[in-house]
């Protein structure tokens, strides 16, 4: 897909590379027992180690490994049977220990890559790593007027930062990147991807080029904390950048901020390199030496990746609009897989899309909160498939269902709405119709064929919309032929 920024001395392409950290889901923290729940109160979740106390040592969660071995599959990776915890030095006041214990040279994960599908094409964007390391605690500003407040609820928490390859061309790129790394994340179960608390953060690095250049200074963009306003922080970069460039100036190698309200980035200060941090091998954590075993039985463990899911969902005669959006989110997929099990998955899918969201929609509730259950809504594609019901008839069930919770079969045989599969019923009223339109008969045989919906809609509302409409449709026809 071609994005060019148009500027007065030509058009300019954008690089981006994304940097994601995304929290491991765990009940414990990554080298201590401490929780990691979220909303906890401040300072509520803090041990000695988290603390960074004196001769406190780390000790590593055995299940955040294997959460990041999970992904590291999940993303098409090489998981390495050794990696290196490093120290990553520098100093801040959330910080306790003055050093942040990650893996910079070895890490626990790499050459993955994703597919992504932007515009109809098919893109496959590398992932250069998977590290594991510790998150800082939390600066807090605006409690008193004077002075700043540090929680270290978050000091500790295990983070796996996802480092994307610079493939990615277009701030839509970015999102579908995002979007599918975050549905990968929560298939696996593995983080829960909600960027509105904080498990799930974006780091954006963006530069920009004549095409055939070699990369430009690329700019940071830390903690973006929506995958829209990824989006537009990469726009608004991007043009910053080829304004400066144009009007003579250089890009200078910084970290950014992105005020979503102003809808601008923000200097924030002058990008670090990786000899700042003075890595080095931490001298409390030996090596980690996973054995292929290991590795093997979390493969083997593995759920139905979105990927795996849409061909399959494919197969059974979905379109791959209709696939995708169903495996967008791991909740929505498993209403389907319920509804769908022993139905017509078309039909389910129909279902789902239209009717169901449209109801969500109208309440702001997520499908684990529909009102109408899978299993209920399966009797209601029952009745259609049996010919209980028409498919309209089925609409009006429906909104019956959401308002009281009864079950399809239950209204239907209550309200009389079975639907007429009496021949000789459907007979009667067609000829009733027609005795009394004989002047609008004529018109029909005379060449007027858009009567026939005339004649169609008469005949449905005698019998109370309960005609089956192929009956109808097939008896009606041959009535007019005379």
Known sequence: MTYTIKGKTGDWELVIGLEVHAQVTSNAKLFSGSGAAFGAEA????????????????????????????????????VNTYSVFDRKNYFYADLPQGYQISQFLQPIVSDGHLMIEVGGETKRIGITRLHVEQDAGKSMHDQDPRRSFIDLNRSGIALMEIVSEPDIRTPDEAMAY??????????????????????????????????GEPFGTRCEIKNVNSIRFVGQAIEYEARRQVEVLEDGGEIRQET???????????????????????????????????????????????????????????????????????????????????????????????????????????????????????????????????????????????????????????????????????????????DDIL??????????????????????GQTMKATGGKANPGMLNDLLKKKLAG
């Open 178 to 211: 995002l979007k599918k790394l975050r549905t990968i994340l929560r298939y696996l179960d593995t983080c829960d991807g909600n960027m509105e608390e904080g498990s799930m953060r974006c780091d954006a690095n963006v530069s920009v080029r004549k095409a």
């Open 256 to 430: 950014r901020l992105y005020d979503s309200n102003k809808g601008v980035t923000r200097s924030m200060r002058s990008k670090e390199d990786a000899h700042d941090y003075r890595y080095f091998p931490d001298p409390d954590l030996l090596p980690l030496e996973i054995e292929q075993a290991w590795i093997d039985r979390v493969k083997a463990a593995m759920p139905e990746l979105p990927d795996a899911r849409t061909e399959r969902y494919v197969s059974l005669g979905l379109s791959p609009y209709d696939a995708g959006v169903l495996v967008a989110e791991k909740e929505t997929a498993a209403y389907f897989e319920a509804l769908a099990k022993g139905r017509d998955a078309k039909l389910a899918a129909n279902w789902v899309t239209s009717e169901l969201f449209g109801a969500l929609n109208k309440t702001g509730k997520s499908i684990e909160e529909a009102p109408v259950s899978a299993d209920k809504l399966g009797g209601l594609i029952d009745l259609i498939s049996d010919n209980t019901i028409s498919n309209k008839i089925a609409k009006d069930v429906f909104q019956i269902m959401l308002e009281t919770g009864e079950d399809a079969g239950a209204i239907v045989e209550k309200q009389g709405l079975r639907q007429v599969t009496d021949t000789g019923a459907i007979e009667k009223a067609i």
């Open 43 to 78: 300072n509520g979740q803090v041990s000695m180690v988290d603390a960074a106390m004196p001769g406190m040592l780390p000790v590593i969660n055995k299940w955040c490994v294997e959460q990041a071995i999970k992904t590291g599959l999940g993303i098409n990776a090489t």
């Open 435 to 456: 005795a009394a339109n004989a002047d609008k008969v004529a018109e029909y045989r005379s060449g007027k064929d858009k009567l026939f919906g005339f004649f169609v």
